[in-house]
T-cell receptor, first 113, second 114 residues
Framework: KNQVEQSPQSLIILEGKNCTLQCNYTVSPFSNLRWYKQDTGRGPVSLTIMTFSENTKSNGRYTATLDADTKQSSLHITASQLSDSASYIC????????????FGAGTILRVKS | DARVTQTPRHKVTEMGQEVTMRCQPI?????VFWYRQTMMQGLELLAY????????DSGMPKDRFSAEMPDATLATLKIQPSEPRDSAVYFCASGGDSDFSEAFFGQGTRLTVV
């Protein structure tokens, strides 16, 4: 069973709109949670890294939230742009796995004009 | 600017052939990861090294895959013999030795085994 579940699998929104992507994880204990953006044909690029003590972290128009009690995280994208079209991957690091990164399957976001 | 460099970007090979993928980590990074990405499985960790020593290769099929770091500027992933099910994008990433270090990914090698 995948330890990191993301929803929705895919999403289409209009340019300029906001959207929120969800991530639920079961790995415990937990070291940190990351959100990556992966453009088609390219490697993932880190957006945010949060430890269990952080509730929110922003990177430009991207804001990640974390609730370590419910083991949920979200990535909110504000005023979406066409260039935001990509796969967004939630990644959890846990000492249980030697602090290896455990990847979710990703949410494919398409922003259309 | 600093980046992880992978070669080749694309590789098509016949089943049974040996495949070697190379990675140049970012200078100064002492942790190197190899990942495989497929549509079905997403990103899977194959192996990772710290200070050139293999720390974990449990995700790698040992009978045909091997990963090495001959020096601090080069990591290699070899498949011998290759099989069609090995077709995937193979990513190398490098980072620092902290658990909170950011991992920087290369562009990947798209491998097709026919």
């Amino acid at each position: 069973k995948n330890q990191v579940e993301q929803s929705p699998q895919s999403l289409i929104i209009l340019e300029g709109k906001n959207c929120t992507l969800q991530c639920n994880y079961t790995v415990s204990p937990f070291s940190n949670l990351r959100w990556y953006k992966q453009d088609t044909g390219r490697g993932p690029v880190s957006l945010t890294i949060m430890t269990f003590s952080e509730n929110t972290k922003s990177n430009g128009r991207y804001t990640a939230t974390l609730d370590a009690d419910t083991k949920q995280s979200s990535l909110h994208i504000t005023a979406s742009q066409l260039s935001d079209s990509a796969s967004y991957i939630c990644v959890v690091s846990s000492p249980e796995y030697g602090n290896k990164l455990v990847f979710g399957a990703g949410t494919i976001l398409r922003v259309k004009s | 600017d600093a980046r992880v460099t992978q070669t080749p970007r694309h590789k098509v090979t016949e089943m049974g052939q040996e495949v070697t993928m190379r990675c140049q980590p970012i200078l100064g990074h002492n942790t190197v990861f190899w990942y495989r990405q497929t549509m079905m499985q997403g990103l899977e960790l194959l192996a990772y090294f710290r200070n050139r020593a293999p720390l974990d290769d449990s995700g790698m099929p040992k009978d045909r895959f091997s990963a090495e770091m001959p020096d601090a500027t080069l990591a290699t992933l070899k498949i011998q013999p290759s099989e069609p099910r090995d077709s995937a994008v193979y990513f190398c990433a490098s980072g620092g030795d902290s658990d909170f270090s950011e991992a920087f990914f290369g562009q990947g090698t798209r491998l097709t085994v026919v």
